[in-house]
């Protein structure tokens, strides 16, 4: 998107597709990784039908069930990746059509919010036979993509003769430390949330960072509108957003500087 750009973590929570297409690897955005997906993907598929299938996905039995039917991942029917993911991050940000965000995953490295895919159990701490953990495994992949000179309305398509510095865009991220397997060029905004002792609470972060998220996607929409035309150059919305501001918005926030990089920290206070 055009002045910010929003990357989120997966969910562990999903909610499985009643109906919809099979999964089409060469149709996701980022086509550039489809042999690093089918890796994946065809390893997961002979994993979930093995014995110490638990094990590896580090799953209970309780989810049993979930991951033997991930040996027909194939056949399953897919939707978009906004609706599949359902967790707690994911219903704060009521994420809608032509909400643009980068989602990163352990099945597929990366995809946008548009992305048919289908429910899942595969966490980004896991170590499959074969490929190795795969937060080393997307971290290399994902090098060799230049994932950061994509604007609006390109996601998952490189623009002829773009460069990675010419989006002059800011980068939130709202991953979780497992995701975190690129370093965003330029601007770059994390968030992390405190109690009022100073203690991280790891739970209640999930939540506001879908809450900063949707204030951040509403406030892109808005100064769009203000600016009279969708088509605005992205140094115009640039300068119409402004991170600090929007996380006030969701209470006492201090915002500690590194450089190109912003940590803010929202303090919740009890009662």
Same mark, same amino acid.
């Given at each position: 998107?055009?002045?910010?750009?929003?990357?989120?973590?997966?969910?562990?929570?999903?909610?499985?597709?009643?109906?919809?297409?099979?999964?089409?690897?060469?149709?996701?955005?980022?086509?550039?990784?489809?042999?690093?997906?089918?890796?994946?993907?065809?390893?997961?598929?002979?994993?979930?039908?093995?014995?110490?299938?638990?094990?590896?996905?580090?799953?209970?039995?309780?989810? &049993?069930?979930?991951?033997?039917? @991930?040996?027909?991942?194939?056949?399953? +029917?897919?939707?978009?990746? /906004?609706? %599949?993911? $359902?967790?707690?991050?994911?219903?704060?940000?009521?994420?809608?059509?032509?909400?643009?965000?980068?989602?990163?995953?352990?099945?597929?490295?990366?995809?946008?919010?548009?992305?048919?895919?289908?429910?899942?159990?595969?966490?980004?701490?896991?170590?499959?036979?074969?490929?190795?953990?795969?937060?080393?495994?997307?971290?290399?992949?994902?090098?060799?993509?230049?994932?950061?000179?994509?604007?609006?309305?390109?996601?998952?398509?490189?623009?002829?003769?773009?460069?990675?510095?010419?989006?002059?865009?800011?980068?939130?991220? &709202?991953?979780?430390?497992?995701? @975190?397997?690129?370093?965003?060029?330029? +601007?770059?905004?994390?968030? /992390?949330? %405190?109690? $009022?002792?100073?203690?991280?609470?790891?739970?209640?972060?999930?939540?506001?960072?879908?809450?900063?998220?949707?204030?951040?996607?509403?406030?892109?929409?808005?100064?769009?509108?203000?600016?009279?035309?969708?088509?605005?150059?992205?140094?115009?919305?640039?300068?119409?957003?402004?991170?600090?501001?929007?996380a006030r918005s969701l209470g006492d926030i201090e915002v500690a500087d590194d450089g190109s990089r912003?940590?803010?920290?929202?303090?919740?206070?009890?009662?």
């Amino acid at each position: 998107m055009s002045g910010v750009r929003i990357l989120l973590p997966p969910s562990e929570g999903k909610t499985f597709p009643s109906a919809g297409p099979a999964l089409e690897l060469g149709r996701l955005s980022y086509p550039e990784l489809t042999e690093a997906r089918r890796q994946v993907l065809e390893t997961l598929i002979e994993v979930s039908g093995r014995d110490d299938a638990a094990t590896i996905l580090k799953v209970g039995k309780r989810i &049993m069930p979930e991951v033997t039917a @991930q040996r027909g991942i194939l056949g399953m +029917p897919c939707a978009p990746a /906004r609706t %599949v993911y $359902s967790g707690v991050l994911y219903q704060a940000a009521r994420l809608h059509g032509g909400d643009d965000v980068m989602i990163f995953s352990g099945l597929f490295g990366v995809t946008t919010s548009e992305d048919f895919i289908p429910a899942y159990r595969l966490s980004m701490n896991t170590t499959l036979p074969g490929i190795g953990s795969l937060k080393a495994f997307w971290r290399r992949e994902l090098a060799k993509v230049e994932l950061y000179r994509r604007n609006s309305g390109q996601m998952g398509r490189t623009p002829e003769g773009a460069r990675t510095d010419d989006c002059g865009e800011t980068t939130v991220d &709202m991953r979780s430390g497992a995701y @975190q397997v690129t370093t965003p060029h330029g +601007p770059w905004w994390d968030l /992390r949330v %405190v109690d $009022s002792r100073g203690k991280v609470i790891t739970h209640a972060a999930k939540h506001y960072r879908g809450l900063l998220t949707r204030a951040l996607l509403d406030a892109r929409r808005s100064e769009r509108q203000a600016c009279g035309s969708t088509s605005a150059s992205a140094d115009e919305h640039k300068a119409c957003i402004d991170v600090a501001r929007i996380a006030r918005s969701l209470g006492d926030i201090e915002v500690a500087d590194d450089g190109s990089r912003h940590h803010i920290t929202l303090r919740l206070q009890e009662g």
